[in-house]
C-alpha cells in the first residue's frame, strides 16, 4: 500500500501484467465472456485482446477449444458486433442507477418541484450516450450549483441559468435543464425523443398551423395553446398518450391515431424467469438438486 499510494504503482501488479499480457477489461465487456473464458482462450489460443478474439472466432478457432462450440464462437462475434455498436456508449443497466441517485438528490431540494429523467434512458434503450434530467423550479440558480458540486462530478462543461452540464466519474455526461411548469410537459416530450418521433410530431404541428418546441404548442399568433403535460401536447395534436419506450417514429404515431397502441409488457405481466450458470464439472448429483429445487418452487429447472 505504502509503495501504491508513493509511486501511483505497484510492482507485483505490473509483473502480472507481464505474465498475462490480456485485456480483460474490454475482453470481459463483451456479452457472455467472463474471466473464466479469457482464462481458458489465452491458454489455448494466446488470445490477449478482442481484435485477436474476434480473427479466432472468424477463422473458426474458437469451437475447436474444449467446452467450446460453433454457438459459442458466433455468440461471441455477435456480442463483439455490439460492443463495437455500442463504442463510447454506456449500458443503461449500468448507469440507472446512478442517474436515479441524482434524480433523488435533485427531488430533495426545496426549490425543485418536479424533476424526470428524460433521452434515451427514459426510453429504456439497451445502451445510453448521455443522460438528461429536467427540473421543473422558480430557483434555477441555487439547483445549479448544487448540481455542477455534486461529489461524483469530474467536469463541468457548462453552467447557465436554464441548463448545465457535467461530467461524471463514470465518464457519463448529464445534462440539467430548468423549465416553467407551463412548459415541463412539452420539453420532457422533447426532450424524451427520438429526434425522428419529434420531427413527426413537429410535421403534425405544422399542417394544423401551429408550432410545436420544447416550450409548447404556439397557434399562428404566438400564444401558448398546450405544453404544461405530455397529454396535453400529444391531445392537442390528435394523439393518444404513448409511452415513452415506443417513440422511435416505426408506426406508433399512426397507431395512437387510430387509438391502436400496443400495451407493452410491463412487470406485473411476468411470471418469473430464473437463470442459472452451472459448472458443468460439477457433477450430476448438484444439478439434481438445482432441479429439485426449482420444481418445490413451481419452476422448471432447464
Known amino acids: 500500500l505504502e509503495e501504491l499510494l508513493k509511486t501511483g504503482k505497484l510492482r507485483y501488479y505490473e509483473k502480472l501484467k507481464r505474465e498475462v499480457p490480456v485485456d480483460i477489461e474490454n475482453l470481459t465487456a463483451i456479452e457472455g465472456v467472463g474471466p473464466k473464458t479469457v482464462k481458458v482462450l ?5 488470445i490477449k485482446n478482442v481484435g485477436e478474439l474476434e480473427r479466432a472466432a472468424k ?3 474458437i469451437r475447436k477449444v474444449p467446452g467450446f462450440g460453433e ?9 463483439i458486433e455490439f460492443l463495437k455498436r455500442s463504442s463510447g456508449r ?3 443497466g449500468f448507469v440507472l442507477p446512478e442517474v436515479r441517485e441524482i434524480q433523488k438528490r435533485l427531488k430533495g431540494l426545496p426549490e425543485v418541484k418536479e424533476t424526470v429523467i428524460g433521452g434515451s434512458i427514459r426510453r429504456m434503450k439497451e445502451t445510453i450516450g448521455d443522460a438528461d434530467i429536467l427540473v ?7 439547483v445549479m450549483d448544487f448540481f455542477v458540486s455534486m461529489p461524483d462530478v469530474v467536469n463541468v462543461i457548462g453552467k447557465g441559468d436554464t441548463k448545465s452540464s457535467v461530467k461524471l466519474k463514470m465518464g457519463l455526461n448529464v445534462d440539467l435543464r430548468v423549465v ?3 412548459s415541463f410537459g412539452a420539453a420532457l416530450q422533447y426532450f424524451t425523443g427520438n429526434i425522428d418521433h419529434n420531427v413527426a410530431l413537429r410535421a403534425i404541428a405544422k399542417e394544423k398551423g401551429w408550432k410545436l418546441n420544447e416550450y409548447g404548442i404556439f397557434d399562428s399568433k404566438n400564444k401558448q395553446i ?6 396535453e401536447v400529444y391531445e392537442k395534436l390528435g394523439l393518444k398518450w404513448m409511452p415513452p419506450e415506443l417513440r422511435e417514429n416505426t408506426g406508433e ?5 387510430k387509438n391502436k397502441l400496443p400495451k407493452l409488457v410491463d412487470y406485473n405481466d411476468l411470471k418469473g424467469d430464473l437463470q442459472v450458470q452451472t459448472n458443468w464439472t460439477d457433477g450430476s448429483d448438484s444439478i439434481k438438486e438445482m432441479a429439485e429445487a426449482a420444481k418445490k418452487s413451481g419452476l422448471e429447472y432447464i
Open 71 to 79: 454457438k459459442s464462437e458466433q455468440d461471441m462475434l455477435k456480442g
Open 90 to 92: 454506456f449500458i443503461l
Open 253 to 257: 404515431i399512426e397507431a395512437a391515431k
Open 59 to 61: 477463422a473458426g478457432k
Open 42 to 46: 489465452y491458454k489455448k489460443l494466446k
Open 226 to 231: 398546450a405544453g404544461k403535460s405530455e397529454e
Open 180 to 182: 416553467p411548469a407551463r
Open 136 to 142: 421543473v423550479s422558480d430557483k434555477s440558480q441555487k
